[in-house]
């Protein structure tokens, strides 16, 4: 017997990773490359330090109430926490409790088999197309839930919001977790949904389109009921997760729509450019609608040309793993990162 046979033993997620490399070009964790609204900078240089001794807010009512009245969502209807991804782990823990698996695509993002064996709970993968579509079929056999990205990543395919209802509307046993990280960048949220159904949890993020995943935060909209259960389980866990900075510079960032949706606008013009591009270098990928392009070469290997782009200062994620091993999950930075990405692409494939 050895204290180690009492371990909880899991193999955790390995996120993409961020070197201290000067110069580098960093295409590999769909940051955003502008920075943060303006009021952002404001709002930091007027947080006292002094009041950091005391607890945060453990409702986060700032912030809440901030992302209420931005996306007109009752505040007993909004949940917040430390990045979307604390936000998914606290909602595996509170809602996929069944002993029937849960449901998630089997190309996607590739922390949700990491929760389910984190928190043991049983999990099957839905097989997309060969076109790498969710197939709607996958969705409706028995389950203890179901998760999947809308866009999905990595390949940042968005399904129009008919295919999200249909499959709540057919799950109405199981909580059904829309993760919505990418749904800036040209798609159109579920969120109306969550006034129809009680069991569909919406779930955003500051990190990509907010340019603030340095902040950590992510939220989520559901029914009151589903939101209350979320509570409960965050409650039971740490009544401070979001940190007095975090819940200040959040509510800021809200304030400016202009900013916000012009620089979203700026990557989704830089993406179809990009595409175009591609194209003409030998590349296919999926109509990403995401701030990311999943692109693979006809003829050259993914390994190699991420290889060789390492040596050019370009960093860009990748996965040994079935089916998309000779893809690259370039993205999109800016025009100027892009076509220093382009140039490089050129001669690698020439
Ligand atoms: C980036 C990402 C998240 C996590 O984002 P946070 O930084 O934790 O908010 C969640 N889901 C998907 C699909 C993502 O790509």
């Not at 996607?108 to 709607?136: M, Q």
């Not at 779930?203 to 559901?222: C, E, L, N, P, W």
């Amino acid at each position: 017997m050895s204290w180690e046979d009492n371990v909880r033993r899991v193999v955790p997620y390995t996120p993409g990773e961020q070197p201290r490399i000067k110069n580098l070009i960093k295409l590999n964790t769909n940051e955003c490359p502008y920075p943060p609204a303006p009021q952002v900078a404001e709002k930091l240089k007027s947080i006292n330090y002094e009041d950091l001794r005391l607890y945060p807010d453990p409702q986060a009512s700032a912030l809440a109430s901030a992302i209420s009245g931005y996306y007109h969502v009752p505040m007993d209807q909004v949940f917040v926490g430390v990045g979307s991804d604390d936000v998914i782990s606290m909602a595996f823990m509170a809602f996929f409790n069944s002993d029937r698996p849960i449901l998630f695509p089997d190309v996607t993002y590739s922390f949700y088999d990491v929760w389910a064996n984190l928190h043991g709970i049983p999990f099957e993968r839905v097989p997309l197309d060969c076109d790498f579509k969710l197939v709607r079929e996958g969705f409706l056999k028995e389950n203890g839930g179901i998760i999947f990205p809308n866009p999905n990543a990595p390949t940042g395919i968005y399904e129009d919001i008919s295919f999200v209802e249909d499959i709540v509307k057919n799950n109405p046993d199981v909580v059904v977790i829309v993760d919505e990280a990418y749904i800036d960048f040209g798609g159109k949220s579920a969120l109306p949904l969550i006034d129809k159904y009680e069991n569909l949890l919406i779930v955003q993020t500051f990190s990509k389109s907010r340019a603030m995943a340095g902040m950590r935060i992510g939220y989520a909209f559901g029914s009151k009921k589903l939101i209350g259960y979320l509570q409960d389980v965050k409650f039971s866990f740490n009544s401070y997760t979001m940190n007095r900075p975090s819940l200040e510079v959040g509510a800021a960032a809200l304030q400016d729509d202009e900013y916000f949706k012009d620089v979203c606008g700026k990557i989704i013009k830089t993406r179809e450019r990009v595409k175009g591009r591609l194209r003409e270098l030998g590349f296919d990928f999926t109509d990403s609608m995401a701030n990311f392009i999943f692109a693979r070469h006809r003829t050259i290997p993914g390994k190699d040309i991420a290889g060789d782009l390492r040596l050019k200062g370009i960093i860009v994620r990748r996965w040994d793993a079935d089916r998309i091993s000779d893809y690259l999950r370039i993205s999109i930075g800016t025009d100027e990162e892009m076509d220093k990405l382009l140039i490089a692409l050129k001669e690698i494939v020439a």
